[in-house]
Protein backbone atom coordinates (compact mmCIF):
# COMPACT_ATOMS: atom_id res chain seq x y z
CA UNK A 1 0.00 0.00 0.00
CA UNK A 2 1.72 3.33 -1.38
CA UNK A 3 0.97 7.04 -0.35
CA UNK A 4 -0.15 7.51 -4.03
CA UNK A 5 -4.11 7.93 -3.22
CA UNK A 6 -3.27 10.59 -0.43
CA UNK A 7 -4.43 14.20 -1.57
CA UNK A 8 -3.26 17.03 0.54
CA UNK A 9 -5.78 20.16 0.22
CA UNK A 10 -7.11 23.41 1.93
CA UNK A 11 -10.26 24.92 2.88
CA UNK A 12 -10.98 28.06 4.21
CA UNK A 13 -13.52 27.51 7.29
CA UNK A 14 -14.20 30.73 10.10
CA UNK A 15 -11.50 33.13 8.18
CA UNK A 16 -8.40 30.13 8.32
CA UNK A 17 -7.06 28.12 6.28
CA UNK A 18 -7.57 24.51 7.10
CA UNK A 19 -5.21 21.79 5.50
CA UNK A 20 -6.30 18.34 5.52
CA UNK A 21 -5.24 14.53 3.70
CA UNK A 22 -8.01 12.72 2.37
CA UNK A 23 -7.55 9.43 -0.11
CA UNK A 24 -10.53 7.92 -2.60
CA UNK A 25 -11.24 4.18 -3.03
CA UNK A 26 -9.52 4.82 -6.83
CA UNK A 27 -6.83 6.92 -7.67
CA UNK A 28 -7.47 9.60 -9.82
CA UNK A 29 -11.27 9.76 -9.39
CA UNK A 30 -12.27 13.24 -8.15
CA UNK A 31 -12.29 14.25 -4.15
CA UNK A 32 -16.25 14.08 -4.13
CA UNK A 33 -18.25 12.55 -1.39
CA UNK A 34 -21.11 11.70 -4.38
CA UNK A 35 -18.77 8.84 -5.82
CA UNK A 36 -17.88 7.23 -2.89
CA UNK A 37 -20.33 4.28 -1.75
CA UNK A 38 -19.90 4.36 1.33
CA UNK A 39 -20.17 6.81 4.48
CA UNK A 40 -16.79 9.06 4.25
CA UNK A 41 -14.64 8.14 7.29
CA UNK A 42 -13.37 11.43 9.60
CA UNK A 43 -10.08 10.87 11.41
CA UNK A 44 -9.41 13.45 14.07
CA UNK A 45 -5.94 13.66 15.82
CA UNK A 46 -4.40 13.25 19.57
CA UNK A 47 -3.02 16.58 21.07
CA UNK A 48 0.00 17.94 19.62
CA UNK A 49 -0.55 16.13 16.47
CA UNK A 50 -1.98 15.73 13.09
CA UNK A 51 -3.39 14.79 9.92
CA UNK A 52 0.29 13.69 9.33
CA UNK A 53 -1.00 10.51 12.34
CA UNK A 54 -3.38 8.92 9.66
CA UNK A 55 -1.19 9.22 6.95
CA UNK A 56 -0.76 5.33 6.69
CA UNK A 57 -4.12 4.48 7.35
CA UNK A 58 -5.58 6.89 5.47
CA UNK A 59 -5.20 4.48 1.85
CA UNK A 60 -5.80 1.13 3.76
CA UNK A 61 -9.39 2.63 5.30
CA UNK A 62 -10.28 4.12 1.38
CA UNK A 63 -8.90 0.97 -0.14
CA UNK A 64 -10.02 -1.52 1.99
CA UNK A 65 -13.81 0.09 3.19
CA UNK A 66 -14.21 1.73 -0.43
CA UNK A 67 -14.81 5.23 0.80
CA UNK A 68 -13.66 8.45 1.19
CA UNK A 69 -11.40 8.82 3.99
CA UNK A 70 -10.29 12.59 5.75
CA UNK A 71 -7.58 13.95 8.07
CA UNK A 72 -7.65 17.16 8.71
CA UNK A 73 -5.20 19.12 10.76
CA UNK A 74 -7.34 20.85 13.56
CA UNK A 75 -7.31 24.72 14.62
CA UNK A 76 -3.93 25.54 15.83
CA UNK A 77 -2.29 21.85 15.18
CA UNK A 78 -0.42 20.92 12.29
CA UNK A 79 -0.35 23.34 9.38
CA UNK A 80 -4.43 24.31 10.03
CA UNK A 81 -3.72 27.70 12.10
CA UNK A 82 -5.86 28.62 15.40
CA UNK A 83 -7.55 31.45 17.03
CA UNK A 84 -5.48 33.16 19.55
CA UNK A 85 -7.08 30.93 22.39
CA UNK A 86 -7.01 26.86 22.39
CA UNK A 87 -10.19 25.29 22.09
CA UNK A 88 -12.06 23.16 24.11
CA UNK A 89 -13.40 19.63 23.14
CA UNK A 90 -16.79 20.73 22.36
CA UNK A 91 -15.38 23.38 20.65
CA UNK A 92 -13.49 20.93 18.14
CA UNK A 93 -16.34 18.60 18.01
CA UNK A 94 -18.97 22.16 16.48
CA UNK A 95 -15.58 22.95 14.89
CA UNK A 96 -15.41 19.16 12.97
CA UNK A 97 -19.01 19.37 11.93
CA UNK A 98 -18.40 23.10 10.27
CA UNK A 99 -15.36 21.14 8.41
CA UNK A 100 -17.73 18.51 7.31
CA UNK A 101 -20.36 21.08 6.18
CA UNK A 102 -17.38 22.72 3.95
CA UNK A 103 -16.65 19.06 2.65
CA UNK A 104 -19.82 18.95 1.57
CA UNK A 105 -20.17 15.94 4.09
CA UNK A 106 -23.54 14.95 5.86
CA UNK A 107 -22.92 11.56 7.81
CA UNK A 108 -19.37 10.40 7.83
CA UNK A 109 -18.23 7.37 10.13
CA UNK A 110 -15.32 8.92 12.70
CA UNK A 111 -11.95 7.23 14.10
CA UNK A 112 -9.86 9.24 16.76
CA UNK A 113 -6.65 8.65 18.50
CA UNK A 114 -5.88 9.70 22.03
CA UNK A 115 -7.47 13.41 22.46
CA UNK A 116 -9.21 13.30 19.46
CA UNK A 117 -11.10 10.30 20.98
CA UNK A 118 -13.00 13.14 23.09
CA UNK A 119 -13.35 15.35 20.22
CA UNK A 120 -15.04 12.41 18.38
CA UNK A 121 -17.11 11.62 21.36
CA UNK A 122 -18.46 15.11 21.82
CA UNK A 123 -19.26 15.28 18.48
CA UNK A 124 -21.61 12.03 18.48
CA UNK A 125 -22.92 13.91 21.79
CA UNK A 126 -23.83 17.15 20.33
CA UNK A 127 -24.32 16.24 16.79
CA UNK A 128 -25.66 12.68 16.40
CA UNK A 129 -27.42 13.13 13.05
CA UNK A 130 -23.72 13.30 12.09
CA UNK A 131 -21.82 10.57 13.25
CA UNK A 132 -22.29 6.60 11.97
CA UNK A 133 -20.14 4.58 14.38
CA UNK A 134 -17.12 5.70 16.22
CA UNK A 135 -13.43 4.03 16.42
CA UNK A 136 -11.56 5.53 19.33
CA UNK A 137 -8.08 4.44 19.22
CA UNK A 138 -6.28 4.96 22.65
CA UNK A 139 -8.61 6.95 24.18
CA UNK A 140 -7.83 9.91 26.67
CA UNK A 141 -10.69 10.82 29.09
CA UNK A 142 -9.60 13.48 31.32
CA UNK A 143 -8.52 13.60 34.56
CA UNK A 144 -11.52 12.45 36.78
CA UNK A 145 -10.42 8.95 35.08
CA UNK A 146 -6.74 9.15 34.48
CA UNK A 147 -5.50 11.76 37.17
CA UNK A 148 -2.78 14.35 35.39
CA UNK A 149 -0.06 12.87 37.37
CA UNK A 150 -0.82 8.90 36.00
CA UNK A 151 -1.22 10.67 32.15
CA UNK A 152 2.27 12.72 32.59
CA UNK A 153 3.87 9.30 33.76
CA UNK A 154 2.53 7.34 31.12
CA UNK A 155 3.82 9.75 28.57
CA UNK A 156 7.18 9.84 29.75
CA UNK A 157 7.40 5.85 29.49
CA UNK A 158 5.13 5.62 26.54
CA UNK A 159 7.88 7.88 24.48
CA UNK A 160 10.49 4.95 24.91
CA UNK A 161 7.61 2.33 23.54
CA UNK A 162 7.25 4.11 20.25
CA UNK A 163 9.73 3.93 17.35
CA UNK A 164 11.93 6.23 15.87
CA UNK A 165 9.50 6.99 12.82
CA UNK A 166 7.18 8.43 15.06
CA UNK A 167 9.30 10.19 17.34
CA UNK A 168 10.75 12.51 14.72
CA UNK A 169 6.90 12.98 13.35
CA UNK A 170 5.79 13.77 17.31
CA UNK A 171 8.98 15.71 17.59
CA UNK A 172 8.03 18.11 14.06
CA UNK A 173 3.99 18.50 15.59
CA UNK A 174 4.67 19.76 18.37
CA UNK A 175 7.10 22.48 16.72
CA UNK A 176 4.45 23.61 14.92
CA UNK A 177 1.45 23.73 17.94
CA UNK A 178 3.97 25.54 20.45
CA UNK A 179 4.50 24.90 24.21
CA UNK A 180 1.64 27.87 24.84
CA UNK A 181 -0.91 26.29 23.18
CA UNK A 182 0.09 22.78 24.07
CA UNK A 183 -0.44 23.47 27.82
CA UNK A 184 -3.37 25.19 27.19
CA UNK A 185 -4.67 21.85 25.38
CA UNK A 186 -3.76 19.89 27.67
CA UNK A 187 -5.78 21.75 30.54
CA UNK A 188 -8.89 21.60 28.10
CA UNK A 189 -8.66 17.96 27.42
CA UNK A 190 -8.00 17.27 31.28
CA UNK A 191 -11.16 19.58 32.36
CA UNK A 192 -13.50 16.66 29.80
CA UNK A 193 -14.74 14.06 31.16
CA UNK A 194 -15.23 11.34 28.59
CA UNK A 195 -17.03 9.10 30.78
CA UNK A 196 -19.44 10.81 32.09
CA UNK A 197 -20.28 11.92 28.39
CA UNK A 198 -20.33 8.42 26.90
CA UNK A 199 -23.57 7.81 28.29
CA UNK A 200 -24.95 9.95 26.30
CA UNK A 201 -23.75 8.75 22.83
CA UNK A 202 -25.92 6.86 21.01
CA UNK A 203 -23.69 5.75 18.83
CA UNK A 204 -21.90 2.65 18.12
CA UNK A 205 -18.11 2.31 19.58
CA UNK A 206 -15.36 0.63 19.48
CA UNK A 207 -12.52 1.57 21.89
CA UNK A 208 -9.41 -0.15 20.73
CA UNK A 209 -5.86 0.11 22.97
CA UNK A 210 -2.65 -1.83 22.53
CA UNK A 211 -1.72 -4.07 24.80
CA UNK A 212 1.60 -1.51 25.35
CA UNK A 213 -0.04 1.49 25.67
CA UNK A 214 1.51 3.05 28.98
CA UNK A 215 -0.71 6.67 28.31
CA UNK A 216 -3.83 4.83 29.04
CA UNK A 217 -4.29 2.36 31.42
CA UNK A 218 -6.31 -1.16 30.55
CA UNK A 219 -8.57 -0.32 32.97
CA UNK A 220 -9.97 3.17 32.20
CA UNK A 221 -10.48 1.82 28.57
CA UNK A 222 -12.66 -0.90 29.38
CA UNK A 223 -14.93 1.18 31.83
CA UNK A 224 -15.48 3.95 28.16
CA UNK A 225 -16.56 0.66 26.81
CA UNK A 226 -18.92 -0.07 29.76
CA UNK A 227 -19.88 3.77 30.07
CA UNK A 228 -20.83 3.73 26.44
CA UNK A 229 -24.88 2.60 25.46
CA UNK A 230 -23.33 0.59 22.43
CA UNK A 231 -19.75 0.45 23.05
CA UNK A 232 -17.31 -2.57 23.06
CA UNK A 233 -13.60 -3.24 23.98
CA UNK A 234 -11.27 -4.60 21.37
CA UNK A 235 -6.97 -4.86 22.26
CA UNK A 236 -4.66 -5.12 19.96
CA UNK A 237 -1.66 -6.99 20.80
CA UNK A 238 2.06 -5.20 20.90
CA UNK A 239 0.95 -1.74 20.05
CA UNK A 240 1.65 0.91 22.13
CA UNK A 241 -0.27 4.12 22.38
CA UNK A 242 0.12 5.43 18.63
CA UNK A 243 -1.92 2.32 17.00
CA UNK A 244 -2.97 4.75 14.15
CA UNK A 245 0.49 5.04 12.98
CA UNK A 246 2.55 2.15 14.19
CA UNK A 247 0.30 -0.64 13.94
CA UNK A 248 -1.87 0.54 10.79
CA UNK A 249 -2.39 -2.84 9.11
CA UNK A 250 -4.13 -4.12 12.22
CA UNK A 251 -5.86 -1.27 13.45
CA UNK A 252 -7.36 -0.44 9.77
CA UNK A 253 -8.73 -3.71 9.59
CA UNK A 254 -10.18 -4.06 13.29
CA UNK A 255 -11.45 -0.38 12.10
CA UNK A 256 -12.98 -1.62 8.42
CA UNK A 257 -14.88 -5.10 10.30
CA UNK A 258 -16.56 -2.56 12.79
CA UNK A 259 -17.55 -0.48 10.48
CA UNK A 260 -18.59 -3.10 8.06
CA UNK A 261 -20.46 -4.91 10.57
CA UNK A 262 -22.47 -1.22 11.90
CA UNK A 263 -23.26 -0.70 8.42
CA UNK A 264 -25.07 -4.72 7.80
CA UNK A 265 -26.77 -3.76 11.02
CA UNK A 266 -28.19 -0.55 10.01
CA UNK A 267 -29.09 -2.22 6.32
CA UNK A 268 -30.66 -4.86 7.77
CA UNK A 269 -32.80 -2.94 10.21
CA UNK A 270 -33.97 -0.73 7.23
CA UNK A 271 -34.86 -3.88 5.18
CA UNK A 272 -36.90 -5.21 7.93
CA UNK A 273 -38.57 -2.17 8.66
CA UNK A 274 -39.78 -1.78 4.72
CA UNK A 275 -40.53 -5.57 5.48
CA UNK A 276 -43.62 -4.38 8.10
Known amino acids: ???????????????????????????????????????????????????????????????????????????????????????????????????LDALSVGRADVAGHSMGCQVALALADRHPGRVGALVLAGPTMGRRTVPVWRHLAGMALGSHREPLAYKALAARMFWRMGLRRYVATVGRMMDDDAVRRASRVPAPCLVVRGSRDAIIPERAA????????????????????????????EFTRLALAFWEKEAAARLGGVTAGHNL
Open 1 to 99: MNGDLIRVGSVPLDGRPVRYRSALPTAGVADSEALAPRPPVLLLHGLAGSGEVWTRCLPRIAQGGMARAIAPDMPGFGQSPGPTCALDIDGLADWSVRL
Open 222 to 249: HRLAAALPRGSFAPLEGGAHVVPFNNAD
